[in-house]
């Protein structure tokens, strides 16, 4: 183990100045230039006693004022705040505040929630250089920390697992990944505005947009509209009504979700026993996702085309990263004659492409335990769209990157739709066991890959430009002081 001394020495190299952090500091500046400056946001309430361990473990070992309790400070504030200080010192000639921006590195730690949350500030606030983003793996599922070879397990909090964490960091790749955007709208009560639907217990990382669209068919007479951002998954029917049986229970009984291998037998066992899913384990949903919506794609700019779901499916996934459901690749590695053959090119996490698979039930989901098991592929596109009209239910379940809610569906003529596109990216930090790969990644298959995969947000314009510019995670959305951190996954 190294010795105090030599850790102090090498924890300056992420070290950051009180005059940055902190308005109105005096000046002092260290006579060193830090190589891997980060600023870390610790969800305290997760894993348990975890987070506050390893919140206090941070401070200890790196200035106080760099590591934030994201239960008292939300994200958004502080990064505006330090980035404008960054501004205004570069414009005064400051070389640290210039070599600090240009460095920087964000740690958060907690769930895929929280995670999702940093995300989604960072594209929002527009910063001039966006830091990549580590992920200390404080949740359950844990998907964007072992897509990026962060592992699955709860870390060690005491101050040798934290700076072995960190050299991590300093030593970590930077890739980029895909922005998927989400849009969901439903119509508006008769007389009513555009606030958001009380009784609805949607994730926190889908936000209400208080404006009424007035384009298109759904604009003619208003509309709620919700709008957010995933980076992991979207995923509905089977498996995200577990997800919300768990999180329903989770919330009646905190104490009793103290411990990330509990709650995963917890999560497996009410897959199980509980009556929303008990009689399909080997039967197909006796609500399929064919009968409760419409589903169309966008594989070339502009032009949707309707893609055919089996009647036997009974859950569906669009995925970003190689993780799903604590480390399982739905899509799995299919042969290369099977790409060609199908025009699918490899799933990529920065090609413009959700890859979208199929289940059947329960047990069909268990062949992912299985060696080169996978779903039922569907297709790759830019962008996906789900229309409810009234039909075989009157519900379903829903979840983005681990946040789960029940969703309403129309019992008359109305409609409700959710549309999913490709917005932007985001830069990850990567350890050398990450799984997930990149197109100018010389290792990975790029032969395969289209090259005409564009973006679908290029040449849109007006008021759709203007509900997709962000995902809502900053300045137009704020966490109520209501709530509970420990929800977020």
Request: with cysteine; aromatic share 10%; charged share 20%.
């Amino acid at each position: 183990m190294l010795g105090d001394s030599k850790l102090d020495h090498i924890l300056c190299e992420y070290y950051i100045p009180n005059y940055i952090l902190v308005p109105g500091s005096e000046i002092k500046k260290p006579p060193w230039i830090p190589s891997c400056p980060v600023l870390v946001f610790i969800n305290s309430k997760s894993g348990g006693q975890l987070g506050g361990n390893l919140l206090s473990t941070y401070r200890s070992v790196l200035n106080t004022n760099q590591v934030f309790d994201l239960g008292e400070t939300k994200p958004d504030k502080v990064l505006h705040q330090i980035y404008a200080s960054l501004g205004s010192l570069k414009h005064r000639g400051d070389v640290l505040a210039s070599a600090i921006e240009n460095s920087l590195r964000i740690i958060v730690a907690g769930g895929d929630g929280t995670a999702g949350w940093l995300l989604g500030v960072i594209s929002d606030l527009k910063l001039p250089r966006p830091p990549p983003v580590a992920t200390v793996p404080l949740g359950t599922g844990n998907n964007l920390p072992f897509s990026f070879g962060w592992g699955k397990k709860n870390p060690g909090t005491n101050r040798q697992s934290v700076f072995s964490f960190l050299e991590q960091v300093r030593n970590a790749n930077e890739m980029k990944i895909d922005s998927w955007h989400i849009i969901m709208r439903m119509r508006a009560p008769k007389g009513g505005s555009c606030d958001p639907i009380g009784p609805l217990e949607l994730p926190h990382s889908l936000h209400a947009f208080h404006r009424i669209s007035q384009t298109g068919k759904l604009g003619t007479d208003g509309y709620h509209t919700f709008r957010g951002g995933f980076w992991n998954y979207f995923s509905m029917g089977l498996d995200a009504q577990i997800s919300y049986a768990f999180h329903s229970e989770r919330k009646l009984h905190p104490e009793k979700f103290r411990n990330q291998l509990i709650n995963q037998s917890t999560y497996v066992k009410l897959g199980c026993t509980r009556g929303c899913l008990f009689g399909s384990l080997f039967r197909p949903s006796p609500t399929n996702i064919a009968q409760l919506t419409k589903v169309k794609v966008m594989k070339k700019q502009g032009q949707w085309e309707d893609l055919r779901i089996p009647r036997s499916i009974g859950s569906i996934v669009c995925l970003n990263l190689p993780s799903f459901s604590g480390g399982f690749n739905p899509w799995g590695t299919p042969y290369r004659k099977k790409f060609l053959n199908r025009g699918l090119t490899p799933p990529f996490v920065d090609d413009g492409l959700i890859e979208i698979v199929g289940f059947r039930n329960v047990l069909h989901g268990l062949v992912l335990l299985a060696p080169n098991g996978h779903g039922h592929r569907l297709a790759q596109a830019n962008a996906v769209r789900f229309e409810f009209k009234k039909g075989a239910a009157n519900h379903t379940f829903m979840r983005i990157d681990g946040e789960p809610w029940k969703q309403p569906l129309p019992a008359d003529d109305d409609t409700v739709v959710v549309e999913i596109s490709h917005f932007g990216q985001v830069s990850m930090l990567a350890t050398p066991s990450c799984r997930s790969q990149s197109v100018s990644d010389p290792s990975s298959p790029t032969a395969c890959y289209d090259e005409d995969g564009n973006s679908t947000d290029e040449g849109e314009t007006g008021n759709d430009f203007e509900e997709k510019r962000k995902f809502g995670a900053a300045d137009s959305f704020k966490f109520p002081d209501e709530l509970d951190i420990a929800h977020l996954s």
